[in-house]
């Protein structure tokens, strides 16, 4: 173990860290954002838009990350779409993640009892208000646990980014690993930045997850 | 028009077929993975359920490591780390069936846990009551109600890893994306759009392969919900 090599490496590391932080946080919120809006196409059951977004769905749920990407950076640009290596991370990533989220949206907003909404409707609140400030805010708190496992998710699949020659923590590390042989540094250094990376993101979601908790069932 | 996108290339020689065999590769590797997370996990699973603190904070590291650290740093971990820290020299087949397993037992203990610890607790009293032993209370009247919550779980666990083998490329194994890409190259010159069409076929594959697995497991967990 070389204490030197560990120091010269930081600030390699900390540029890629901040490259896989940029790409991973943009990607999940662009996910978000296809998640909440395929969320609602499903629950609302809107026409045609509805089948389009199950058939998204199936898609990118039964297909890995990395062939998304490849067909995304490398097969695209043979039809005359050509993306930089970033905004096919962004991209690739949010369309992954925006299945996950669909999903994730769909069923917490299925899960509301129809109680809640009966009592809403004979409290005389309209379409617009049962569905502002009854079902969405129980939706939401049954949807906490699984986007949380979706970002965590999503800031993992990071990793794959590197084969799309995208410069982030694993093709640092990779690289460094190939120039010099110190794998064992490099590899730590690896484990720490993602620990760094994941570690506050998992330990905020289960404090999350208790706090939703209590305000669904005072428990 | 279909032969401008690359499409073509899959009909030269055994094109189609070299994909094929590169997509039998992944599914072996996460078949074995699987077979070896489902028998681990249920056996770590009810051990994890006796509440043991020793055992349940090893196993809350565990689980937390698995959460966190992306399969392709394992992986990494485990191919050049492995090699580099002991001097073994793993395959990387073997070394992405150990990573895989590594991540699939988590998963599935942590699943068994949760649905046997989720049996009320007048289960165990009642087979208590009715004298049974520990091993039989666990055998006839435990694990038949925890399946049907396991089963669909432990289907859907196949299509994640079956998903998760495109990364074993990354450590030198020929599968369907390897392969894809050694078409497109042998094809550079006589097919340029090849990349569109394989990669778009390696895209269906993977697909084909796992969506009637997950449509199985949605099945399943609906037909057994209560």
Known sequence: METEAIREYIPLYTQAFILTLKTGWLGILLSAIIGISGGFVLYFKLPVLSSLVKMYVELFRNTPLLVQLFFIYFGLPKIGIALSAFVCGVLGLGLLGGAYMTESIRSGLEAVPDSQKEGAVSLGLDRRQLFIYVVLPQAFAISIPSIVANVIFLLKETSVFSAISLMDLMFQAKDLIGLYYKTAECLILLVVFYIIMLLPVSALGRYFEKKLRFGMYGD | ?226
């Open chain 2, 1 to 226: 028009m279909f032969g401008s996108l690359g499409f073509d290339v899959l009909f030269k020689g055994t094109n189609m077929a070299r994909l094929l065999g590169g997509l039998g590769i992944a599914l072996k590797i996460s078949l074995i993975s699987v077979a070896i997370s489902i028998a681990a996990g249920i056996v770590i699973g009810i051990l994890i359920s006796l509440k043991n603190p020793v055992m349940d904070g090893v196993f809350k590291v565990y689980l937390e490591i698995v959460r966190i650290m992306p399969q392709m740093v394992l992986l990494f971990i485990v191919y050049f780390g492995a090699a580099k820290a002991m001097g073994l020299n793993l395959s990387p087949e073997l070394s992405s069936i150990i990573v895989f397993s590594f991540w699939g037992i988590a998963e599935m203990s942590d699943l068994v846990r949760g649905a046997v610890t989720s049996i009320p607790a007048i289960q165990y009293e009642s087979s208590a009551a009715l004298g049974f032993n520990r091993w039989q209370t666990y055998a006839y009247v435990i694990i038949p109600q925890t399946a049907r919550r396991i089963i669909p779980m432990s289907i859907n666990l196949i299509t994640r890893m079956i998903k998760t083998t495109s990364l074993v490329m990354m450590i030198g194994i020929v599968e369907v994306l390897k392969v894809g890409q050694q078409i497109i190259e042998a094809n550079r010159k006589s097919s340029p759009n090849a990349a569109f069409g394989i990669f778009a076929t390696v895209f269906v594959l993977y697909f084909l392969a796992c969506y009637p697995i997950s449509c199985l497991s949605k099945y399943l967990e609906k037909k057994w919900e209560n």
